[in-house]
């Protein structure tokens, strides 16, 4: 696919959601792979991210590789760190920890990364990463060494989204953290959809169908499920439904 965020952005306009898969190489292997891809082909699903936030094993380029071979859909990496670029993928998320005040994580590893992102030919996606807390400290939050955005604070949560989108940011992801208890509410949601003009990408603790489709319904264009799926595939089928059901 030539150019991702084009496709992105008009999916998003014409109101279209799309169910992404995130995939952490470190809890695939050449057997539970293949089950993976046959129910993401059966059930339609739109993107597939890959990533993660930590990782233990050396995966990520067979990962990517076996994933580009057997799929249609676009492969864009969700890096959890500077190394995680690989030319095999059809592009990247380009994150700006935009909700935290870690120098490193809005720019400073982003330095290091561009030459490497210049010689991988990937297409880059901008992207303002907003945590939201999820009920409970996430590797994300550990990592990253930042503090979420209290979920009841739907205010601050739209005023970052805008600065990013006025910095040029080209998505917006509201990150709830992987594994988080509880999703992103469904007030932040609507709050940073009724400021925003660019793609909004919401994840992190949507465990079920009825959660993913209440998200897509208060505004996220793209939906980003993981460690549910890990716990069950078969929940791929009934959330690209949910989500493709959505009309707006
Ligand atoms: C994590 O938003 C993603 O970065 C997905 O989260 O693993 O909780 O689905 P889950």
């Known amino acids: 696919m ?3 965020q084009n496709y992105i952005n008009q999916a998003a306009s014409s109101g279209k959601k799309q169910l992404a ?13 293949a089950s993976l891809i046959g129910k993401i082909k059966e059930a339609h699903v739109d993107l597939i991210f890959v990533g993660g936030s930590l990782m233990i094993h050396n ?12 799929l249609d859909c676009p492969v864009i990496i969700f890096p959890g ?16 920890l935009i909700s935290g005040r870690n120098a490193d994580l809005l720019i400073g590893q982003h330095v290091h990364a561009a030459p490497l992102l210049r010689f ?8 303002g990463y907003i945590l939201i807390d999820g ?10 060494n930042t503090q979420p955005i209290p979920k009841d604070k739907p205010e601050i949560a739209a005023c970052t989204a805008m600065a990013g ?25 609507k709050a940073v959809k009724d400021q925003l003009s660019i793609p909004l990408i919401v994840g992190g603790g949507i465990k079920d169908a ?32 949910a989500i493709h059901s959505v009309a707006i």
């Open 120 to 127: 991988s030919g990937l297409e880059i996606m901008p992207t």
């Open 81 to 96: 760190h500077p190394m995680q670029i690989s030319a095999k993928a059809d592009a990247i998320l380009l994150l700006s």
């Open 21 to 33: 898969v995130l995939i952490d190489p470190d809890k695939v292997d050449d057997q539970n792979i």
């Open 59 to 70: 995966n990520f380029e067979k990962t990517i590789h076996t994933l580009k071979k057997q």
């Open 210 to 241: 009825p959660t993913a489709k209440a998200i897509a319904e208060a505004g996220a264009d793209i939906i980003v499920v993981g460690s549910a799926i890990e716990q069950d595939i078969s929940l791929i089928q009934s959330l690209a439904e």
């Open 165 to 189: 989108e006025m910095l040029g940011l080209k998505n917006i992801y509201l990150e709830a953290g992987s594994g988080a208890k509880a999703a992103v509410p469904i007030p932040v949601i």
């Open 135 to 144: 009920d409970m400290p996430t590797t994300v939050s550990y990592i990253s």
């Open 2 to 4: 030539s150019n991702i």
